[in-house]
């Protein structure tokens, strides 16, 4: 697409403003909303923004930058805001003098697909994102104990969480995206919506959409919607599954019918680089103090660096397809991370473990749960990080996961989180006041 050919589809579409998005170093939609009168001057990338009011960006002083929009991620919102037609634009974040930033996550993960580019791989990615729907009080907090009591793949036609989640899906068809199928999840009130293949930064673009829609809608219908890894202390968490295609020209460069168990090398060396560096990537893709309470030996969350061709709470699972639908997924990120953040690095980790025939070891048979010291010990499996702080630290000492951030978004990341762990450190939960305040 052209700028002649975007102009005309906002014409032709009767958008009145137009949304210059971006995401912060966290994950956070930001934008910019110009009228579309601005559109020529916006399409030359000459939308700026203060740079030192996004946290995460620049600190202590007021710095210019621009937005640089991808005009193939143009689309129209199916909803009207005071009767006026809204468009968006995902935007790459500039410097004054044009320069990409580098504390720019869709920068990041651009680069770590030009690195994948050199190697002569393309990537395909497919995602599964899970949600809870909650009531909401007169207030307009959400109710966790007023839920549904649904179950995995329930059908109940008068539910108000049905009806949204079909709600979401037109919503995003209308916009463009390929829904490959959505259904109830096994917690009280949690969905799970799935998209089709797509390739890795569209495929980034679209976790994001998809947060803004959800979200979007839920309030619509007088209901908060949250991505949060684990909101019910006795309930499932949720969680990002991402699969994974690396292609080699044509071929699938994961599949070999002669291979051990239908896979490739290259296939398992990606496995190996994702299991040797799961420490530090659990840093980024479950990036919350929260994240942690999800990370636990309970409704199949993966607790250790294995992988499995069925085990549903092993880190990494195979697909029973094989042949050029042989597909690698990754069962441990959640529903909080940066995605452009998080598929940089997981990317990065699969090529190195290409490029150094990281080897993975046998794949588990049965839970992970069951795995004894012994046979951990004797296989080299790792304990994923039991915290914000422990992943914090596996991240300071892994140059591949590091170098795949860059130094800004690093430092300013790891200053944040551990920040963020702190506050929770010395905060006085409830639990301890229910455990303690009375007897002691």
Sequence with gaps: MNKRDLARLVKESNVRFLRMQF??????????????SELDRALDGKVTFDGGSIAGFVRSEEVDMMLKPDLSTFAV????????????????????????????????????????????FTLSTWVEAEFYLFQRDEDGRPLLDGNERGSYFDFSPSDVGEHARRHMVATLEAMGFHVASAHHEHGPGQHEIDFKSADVLTTADNVVTLRN?????????????????????????NALHIEFMLR????????????????????????????????????VANPTVNSYKRLVPFWDAPVLTVWSERSANSMIRIPSQRGEQTRIELRSPDGSCNPYLTLAVVLAAGLDGIRNEL?????????????????????GIRELPHSLREALVELDHDGVVRGALGDHIYHAFHEAKAAEYERYRRAVHPWELNEYLALQ
């Design 23 to 36: 995401v912060d170093i966290f994950g956070s939609t930001k934008n910019v909303v110009i009228p579309v």
């Design 77 to 120: 919102y199916p909803w009207t805001l005071d009767g006026e037609t809204e468009g968006r634009l995902i935007c790459d974040i500039v410097q004054a003098d044009g320069e990409s930033f580098e504390g720019c996550p869709r920068t990041t993960l651009k680069r770590a697909i030009s690195d994948a580019r050199e190697m002569g």
């Design 213 to 237: 829609v959800v979200k979007h809608i839920a309030l619509e219908r007088d209901l908060h919607a949250t991505f949060m890894p684990k909101p019910l202390g006795d309930g499932a968490g």
């Design 248 to 283: 080699e020209g044509e071929r699938n460069a994961f599949a070999d019918e002669g291979g051990d168990r239908g896979l490739s090398p290259t296939a398992l060396y990606f496995i190996g680089g994702l299991l040797a560096h799961a420490p530090a990537i659990t840093a």
């Design 359 to 379: 080897l993975p070891g046998q794949p588990l048979a049965g839970s992970t749960y069951e795995l004894s010291e012994r046979l951990r010990a004797e296989r």
